[in-house]
């Protein structure tokens, strides 16, 4: 089991990383050629970073997700000796892992462009947020954006596998058309009790009785994260479900 584990986990970390740093590398040529560029035919507008810093993200989170459903489904993975829990939980420590590289990457390519070619917006962005208290805000909100990608990859694997596990049981199930169907049936069907759960929830704690103030903006954030973890461990526990019900109709 544990060879199965560290062979699994080996494996789904190298692809991941291998994607995670091409993405880095395009990000890098991108910009040394809009510098390039720049530099040939000069530009009276200022382009800020932030942008290409957050659009590389954004494709990174994408391409991980999309990685991560494709194990669901492949007989490399289905097949070795593991169980769907260890399967379910080296594939999501792997993602995260993984974002975490994405993240970190992004951050040091952007402080690298803005010491190279340093602009106003940027700058400003910076100076904006050198105080003690915005760095521990700035760490809050990098958690809250973590466990916020957490949450869509964990319900983005649910729905599939309960999309999946809904299309077993159906006639003509081979066909695009019904599988579209059935898909945006489900989808509406399983947000229907996330948005009551979580609406009811955090008007329990409060959240609409808040003002503007700084702390009462963190205690948002806190009540947002708890409610993440929250959903987390609930979509989690419908994915091991699924998964055990897919295995036992293989088996």
Excluded: C
């Excluded at 979580?198 to 959240?207: A, D, K, S």
């Excluded at 461990?233 to 036992?248: D, G, M, Q, R």
């Amino acid at each position: 089991m544990m060879s199965s584990l560290g062979r699994v986990s080996k494996g789904l970390l190298k692809n991941k990383f291998k994607m995670v740093s091409l993405i880095l590398g395009i990000h890098i040529l991108i910009l040394i050629a809009v510098q390039l560029w720049k530099a040939i035919q000069p530009q009276p507008n200022i382009t800020s970073f932030t942008g290409s810093t957050f659009s590389a993200v954004l494709i990174g989170v994408i391409v991980i997700a999309v990685m991560n459903e494709r194990i669901y489904i492949n007989d490399k993975y289905r097949l070795i000796p593991i169980s769907d829990g260890t399967l379910y939980s080296s594939n999501m420590l792997t993602s995260i892992v993984g974002l975490i590289y994405l993240i970190v990457g992004e951050i040091l390519i952007y402080l690298a462009a803005i010491t190279v070619a340093p602009n106003k917006y940027d700058g400003f962005m910076v100076r904006s947020f050198n105080s003690v208290q915005q760095y521990l805000f700035k760490s809050e909100v990098l958690v809250a954006f973590i466990l916020g990608i957490i949450t869509v990859w964990a319900a983005i694997t649910a729905l599939h596998l309960l999309i999946n596990w809904v299309n077993d049981f159906l006639p003509f199930k081979n066909q695009s058309f019904v599988k579209v169907i059935v898909t945006v049936i489900v989808i509406w069907l399983f947000m229907i009790p996330v948005n009551f759960i979580t609406g009811n929830v955090l008007r329990i704690m409060g959240i609409n009785d808040l003002d503007s103030s700084f702390a009462a903006v963190s205690r948002v954030m806190y009540s947002g994260m708890a409610m993440m973890v929250i959903w987390i461990a609930i979509f989690t526990v419908i994915s091991l479900y699924l998964l055990n019900k897919k295995s036992e109709t293989v088996n």
